[in-house]
C-alpha cells in the first residue's frame, strides 16, 4: 500500500521541479494571514492544487491536508497526506533556492513515507518507515558522529512574532557558550536535509505552531539517516502535532533538548 503511494510521490519529480521553476519566473507574492512576514504566492497555490488533484485522482480514500486549503478530502482508511507546496516561502519570493516541497504520509498516525523536492540542488530527498533515507536513489546518512554539545554547529528558525522570537534570541545567547556555533537560517526542510546529511550537528525549531505539513517528511528523512527528531519529549519520535521541533545526529539527543530547554524557561 506505501510503495503504491510512494511511487506516485517520487514519480512527480519532473513535474515538481518544473512548476518550482515556472513560478519563480512569474512571482506573485501576497500576505498570509495579516502578517507581512507570512507570504503566500502562486506557487504555493497551484503546486498545492497539483498534488491534491494527483493524489486524490489515484488514492481518492485518502485523507489530505494541505497547508494552503487546509483538509481537502477527509478520507477514512487510515493513510494521511501532509502537504506543503513551497516550505521557505520568504526565501523563494527572495529569490533564494533554500526551499523545497515536502509531501509526508501518515498511515494510522505514524509518518511511513516522506519526500522534500529541495530547489538548492534539485534533487529529492526521501525515506520509507524501516527502510532508510535517500537522495535520488543513493542512500544517505546522518555524517556527524559528535557526541559534545560543544562541537555542535546548531541552526535554528525563529518566530513571526517579535515577542516571541526575542525571547527565543535569549535562548541562543544562552546555549552559545555550550556549543561551537550558531545560525539562524532557512526553513524546516533545508535544516531537516542538512542534519540528514550531516552538514549541521542539531536544528532547534522553536516555533510552537510547526505544523506536520513543515516536518513529516523531513523528520523521517533524518531518522532513518540515523539521527532523531522529537518534540520535547527527547526519548520519542516527533509526533504529528503542531509545536517545536529539536533534530540532531541522535548521538545525544537528549542533552541538546535539555539544554535547549533550560535557557528556554529561564
Known amino acids: 500500500m506505501v510503495e503504491e503511494r510512494k511511487k506516485l510521490i517520487l514519480g512527480m519529480k ?3 521541479f518544473k512548476l518550482q521553476k515556472e513560478f519563480s519566473e512569474k512571482m506573485n507574492v501576497r500576505i498570509k494571514k495579516g502578517d507581512s512576514r507570512d507570504l503566500v504566492t502562486d506557487a ?14 489515484k488514492f481518492p480514500e485518502d485523507k489530505i491536508i494541505g497547508e494552503e486549503f487546509g483538509t481537502s478530502h477527509e478520507g477514512g482508511n487510515g493513510f494521511e497526506w501532509y502537504l506543503d507546496p513551497i516550505d521557505g516561502t520568504a526565501y523563494f519570493a527572495s529569490g533564494f533556492d533554500q526551499y523545497g516541497t515536502s509531501v509526508g504520509l501518515v498511515l494510522n498516525g505514524k509518518i511511513v513515507f516522506g ?20 537522495c535520488e536513489d543513493e542512500r544517505i546518512y546522518c555524517k556527524s558522529k559528535k557526541n559534545k554539545l560543544s562541537e555542535f554547529l546548531v541552526f535554528s528558525g525563529l518566530n513571526y512574532e517579535t515577542e516571541k522570537a526575542s525571547k527565543e534570541f535569549d535562548t541562543l545567547k544562552g546555549i552559545y557558550s555550550k556549543v561551537k556555533n550558531i545560525r539562524v537560517f532557512g526553513p524546516c526542510v533545508a535544516n531537516l536535509i542538512y542534519v540528514a546529511k550531516g552538514k549541521i550537528d542539531a536544528y532547534w525549531e522553536p516555533h510552537e505552531g510547526l505544523s506536520p505539513h513543515d516536518f513529516s517528511a523531513g523528520a523521517l528523512i533524518v531518522k532513518e539517516a540515523g539521527g532523531f527528531v522529537s518534540n520535547e519529549n527527547p526519548s520519542e519520535f516527533i509526533d504529528i502535532k503542531h509545536g517545536q521541533l529539536f533534530a540532531s545526529n541522535g548521538i545525544i539527543h537528549k542533552e541538546f533538548v535539555e539544554l535547549i530547554k533550560k535557557y528556554r524557561e529561564i
Open 115 to 134: 519526500a522534500i523536492f529541495y530547489a538548492e540542488d534539485q534533487k529529492t530527498y526521501w525515506a520509507e518507515n524501516g527502510r532508510g533515507a535517500f
Open 14 to 16: 519532473k513535474d515538481i
Open 44 to 57: 504555493d497555490t497551484e503546486i498545492e492544487k497539483f498534488l491534491i488533484k494527483k493524489i486524490n485522482g
